[in-house]
């Protein structure tokens, strides 16, 4: 019996309404090898335009640095956009900032296996 | 009693530490995963806008291995990792992970853990009363040939409230007033983890183990005894207190088209303040008289 990897995907943000400057909240991720974020847009208003979703690192939660992954925002309601990471400690979230007019409902999930 | 057998030398140190009965339904150690319990959500229909606000934003369970800013990595208590609840950083915001089961006997329960509750260390002060309450309730319903009532027993350790040192066990004898959810008249919600109607337990008071600032993390044991048949709680533990069954309330329903034999257990934490509670769990059991 091989002994199969541990999965977690967690919906960081369900139903969630960003305008102007965003953060999801901190998860832990120590457990973790790699991580796929997923932004799925329930409602698309505006034009986001080439806003990215910016991955971020801490060693406490509290505290956050760019991780230097970005990726776009989906323009287009129900579709989805990823960033890939992976080597990144414990901690993980994404910030951004819709540009002025725009906003999206989202979910979020990370994906967490290790 | 057989010291052979009894010997600690022959215990499993994991399981030595609970008082199981006679048969152990389920047995968590998060260090290997999160063992079914989720987040909880709101019922809905058509659109996720349907879920009551209350229910919308009821944050997830993860595995934490209790990392701190100033003394780094603490692990569990027996262990690296633990289920950690972690509420958004805003007066009365709530997390809560469930785990949702079945039974097959109207019996009497046990459900055992290690836990502990923190605030967010971003203070450098005390924060003892920076975490509202944390708790675990109950979702019980008879059997599909037997339709007994649906119950929901609460039990919640109020740790502080408006910045007020509480220190006392509640339970809870109503939910809120059920609402439709859609157009298709089969879903409906109510809920049932406001702040209103709880109800303390007669001598109910207690200090849970906090220690001295927010990054020492001591884990208490918490015990709590269920009789299905009778519907009612036959007392609780924690760590060397004991409490009830007397003055102990729980929720009556009536009993409802899809819950059979359901048998849910959850862990909540409520936030005092504008700032992240968290609730972590090293491990937990929970076990039968009989199945």
């Not at chain 2, 007994?148 to 939910?175: C, F, I, S, V």
Request: one cysteine or more.
């Amino acid at each position: 019996m091989p002994l199969l990897r541990e999965s977690v995907t967690l919906p960081i943000e369900r139903n969630i309404l960003w305008t102007g400057p965003f953060a999801t909240e901190p998860a832990e991720a120590a457990w973790a090898a790699e991580a796929i974020f997923f932004i799925r847009a329930l409602k698309v208003e505006g034009k986001p335009g080439s806003t990215l979703a910016q991955v971020q690192i801490s060693p406490d939660g509290m505290h956050w640095c760019d991780e230097g992954t970005t990726f776009p925002l989906p323009a287009v309601d129900d579709t989805v956009t990823f960033g890939r990471v992976s080597h990144f400690g414990g901690w993980l979230r994404l910030v951004g900032e819709m540009p002025p007019g725009a906003a999206l409902t989202v979910i979020v999930y990370l994906v967490l296996k290790g | 009693m057989n010291e052979e057998t009894h010997s600690p030398l022959r215990a499993d140190p994991h399981l030595s530490r609970f008082e199981p009965l006679e048969r152990i339904l389920y047995y968590d150690d998060f260090d290997d995963g999160l063992h079914g319990w989720t987040q909880l959500i709101g019922n809905y229909e058509h659109s996720l806008d349907s879920v009551l606000p209350d229910y919308a934003d009821l944050r997830q369970p993860q595995l934490s291995n209790l990392s701190m800013w100033d003394t780094g990595t603490a692990g569990s208590a027996m262990g690296t990792y633990a289920l950690k609840l972690a509420t958004r950083p805003k007066a009365g915001g709530l997390s809560v992970g469930i785990k949702r089961q079945t039974y097959r006997k109207l019996t009497r329960l046990q459900f055992e853990c290690y836990l502990c509750f923190k605030p967010e260390a971003t203070e450098l002060r005390l924060s003892a009363t920076d975490v509202r309450a944390f708790g675990v309730l109950f979702d019980i319903q008879g059997g599909y040939r037997d339709p007994r009532a649906r119950w929901m027993p609460h039990l919640r350790y109020l740790n502080a409230l408006d910045g007020q040192r509480a220190g006392k066990w509640q339970t809870k004898p109503e939910t809120r007033t059920f609402h439709t959810i859609g157009s298709s008249g089969e879903t409906v919600s109510h809920f049932h983890l406001g702040p209103e109607g709880w109800v303390d337990v007669p001598g109910g008071d207690q200090i849970v183990c906090y220690n001295e600032i927010a990054t020492k993390m001591n884990w208490s044991y918490l015990k709590i005894g269920l009789d299905l048949e009778a519907r009612q709680f036959t007392g609780f533990q924690c760590d060397e207190q004991i409490y009830g069954p007397e003055g102990m309330h729980v929720i009556s329903l009536d009993p409802m088209p899809n819950l059979f034999n359901m048998l849910n257990v959850a862990f909540w934490v409520e936030t005092d303040v504008d700032k992240r509670a968290f609730l972590y769990v090293d491990s937990c059991l929970l076990s039968a008289e009989a199945v």
